[in-house]
């Protein structure tokens, strides 16, 4: 506990918004950028290459980075080869492929990979900028959209209206379903979207809340959509119809109705029951006071959804959250900068870094429980990958707790009983 030094993974050109892993390649993908603004910081989308140095040391290799021209990307969703993008009030769909390097390109690509990804920049800034929609490409315009080094390429797939908002249109959360079926997003129009993937025929677009929406998630199996927006109301949808409207202050009574407002919602498994669900939500001081409340964390059951814990995660604001994906870990991040990981089945603090990073945390990513995560997950319980608008990209390892096996923890017992029977008989002559 307490201030310490988490080194930086990888420091970016532009501040960082969103960051994800692929569970197929391994890459971690992260994004961010100055937005429309002529402040000479560049808007892109950079892939890294992740390698576990020791046991519990991580080091990130830049592979390629991917031009957005005009519009930074906000938030993102990974799904099947394909990044859903957050950029201004659309969402824009990238496919990525990694590919291997041909044997007799190695050494070259080896000696001047530098120097042609130094060259691929220089090519991208001399084009002719686009921006708005006039300068977003539709399916298929390659030369536009297309982007690519002799390791990752980068095709664009389209774009669809995300947010209407007539004054500020912004696309602030972006989900896939599990069965990679459904596209949803939310913005500050307060209106949920949910398009037909991959065909992008939108299926429903319904008022969820008033003012923006801060979160969404869809259970496993489609069943059930939560929504958060900035209207004090954590909603449950099935389809576009309204299920029910979560109550947290039931586990909490003492609190004030409108003084906490809920910031974020995810869906999570149980581990050990396979048909379990539990939701995680967030909520945070609707006002800043000078000696500021605590934030809590509330866990439900994912079917009823009823409040079954509710704990406090400290006094620092909380900006972003993340699940693990087995479900036994939860990640939060706050608007100081501190990085926090918790037990999902107590809701009790395992791991803290206060001021991590020197500004809000935007995302937080657990590396993922497939083989290829595990595989670099090293000799750690789990570890987590946290961006800022600091441009800092950091990860956070969690050690494996020591364990006994159950088979010793039983001959310990066995010895104690039999060392406890001769003392008293030791002691009392005939005691058995």
């Given at each position: 506990?307490?201030?310490?030094?988490?080194?930086?993974?990888?420091?970016?050109?532009?501040?960082?918004?969103?960051?994800?892993?692929?569970?197929?390649?391994?890459?971690?993908?992260?994004?961010?950028?100055?937005?429309?603004?002529?402040?000479?910081?560049?808007?892109?989308?950079?892939?890294?290459?992740?390698?576990?140095?020791?046991?519990?040391?991580?080091?990130?290799?830049?592979?390629?980075?991917?031009?957005?021209?005009?519009?930074?990307?906000?938030?993102?969703?990974?799904?099947?080869?394909?990044?859903?993008?957050?950029q201004d009030g659309t969402?824009?769909?990238?496919?990525?492929?990694?590919?291997?390097?041909?044997?007799?390109?190695k050494a070259a690509a080896k000696d001047d990979g530098h120097s042609e990804q130094q060259g691929n920049a220089r090519r991208r800034a001399g084009k002719g900028v686009k921006g708005g929609k006039d300068g977003?490409?539709?399916?298929?315009?390659?030369?536009?959209?297309?982007?690519e080094t002799a390791q990752i390429s980068v095709a664009g797939l389209g774009e669809v209206q995300s947010d209407l908002n007539p004054q500020d249109p912004l696309q602030k959360v972006v989900r896939f379903s599990s069965d990679f079926s459904l596209l949803l997003t939310g913005g500050t129009d307060g209106h949920i979207r949910v398009w037909e993937y991959p065909s992008l025929k939108k299926k429903f677009d319904f008022k969820a809340h008033e003012g923006e929406v801060e979160d969404l998630d869809m259970s496993p199996g489609n069943k059930h959509l939560v929504t958060v927006g900035r209207d004090f109301i954590c909603s449950v949808w099935s389809g576009n119809q309204l299920a029910m409207s979560l109550r947290w202050r039931d586990t909490?009574?003492?609190?004030?109705?409108?003084?906490?407002?809920?910031?974020?919602?995810?869906f999570?498994?149980?581990?050990?029951?396979?048909?379990?669900?539990?939701?995680?939500?967030?909520?945070?001081?609707?006002?800043?006071?000078?000696?500021?409340?605590?934030c809590y964390l509330?866990?439900?059951?994912?079917?009823?959804?009823?409040?079954?814990?509710?704990?406090?995660?400290?006094?620092?604001?909380?900006?972003?959250?993340?699940?693990?994906?087995?479900?036994?870990?939860?990640?939060?991040?706050?608007v100081t900068g501190s990085v926090a990981i918790y037990i999902a089945f107590s809701l009790q603090k395992l791991y803290y870094v206060q001021e991590s990073h020197g500004i809000v945390v935007t995302d937080l990513a657990f590396l993922p429980e497939t083989m290829k995560g595990k595989s670099i997950k090293?000799?750690?319980?789990?570890?987590?990958?946290?961006?800022?608008?600091?441009?800092r990209c950091q990860v956070h390892a969690l050690r494996n707790r020591r364990s006994f096996p159950i088979w010793l923890v039983l001959f310990f017992c066995g010895l104690m009983v039999v060392g406890v029977i001769l003392l008293l008989q030791h002691l009392f002559p005939g005691f058995i």
């Open positions: 506990m307490g201030k310490r030094k988490v080194p930086d993974l990888y420091r970016a050109p532009f501040p960082l918004y969103t960051i994800k892993v692929d569970p197929k390649t391994g890459l971690v993908i992260t994004a961010g950028g100055g937005g429309a603004s002529k402040t000479g910081i560049k808007n892109a989308v950079h892939f890294l290459g992740l390698q576990l140095v020791g046991e519990h040391q991580y080091s990130a290799t830049l592979l390629h980075s991917h031009d957005t021209d005009l519009r930074a990307t906000m938030n993102m969703a990974i799904g099947d080869g394909v990044i859903a993008a957050g969402c824009c769909l990238m496919r990525f492929k990694q590919s291997q390097q041909k044997e007799g390109r977003a490409a539709a399916a298929g315009d390659v030369s536009d959209t297309k982007d909490m009574p003492q609190i004030a109705d409108k003084a906490y407002r809920y910031m974020a919602c995810r999570g498994k149980v581990e050990d029951q396979k048909d379990a669900l539990r939701l995680y939500t967030v909520q945070i001081p609707h006002k800043r006071d000078r000696k500021p409340p605590p509330t866990k439900w059951d994912g079917k009823s959804f009823l409040p079954m814990l509710t704990a406090s995660c400290g006094n620092e604001v909380i900006s972003t959250l993340a699940v693990s994906d087995s479900g036994t870990f939860i990640g939060l991040g706050t090293g000799n750690n319980e789990a570890a987590m990958l946290s961006v800022a608008v600091d441009s």
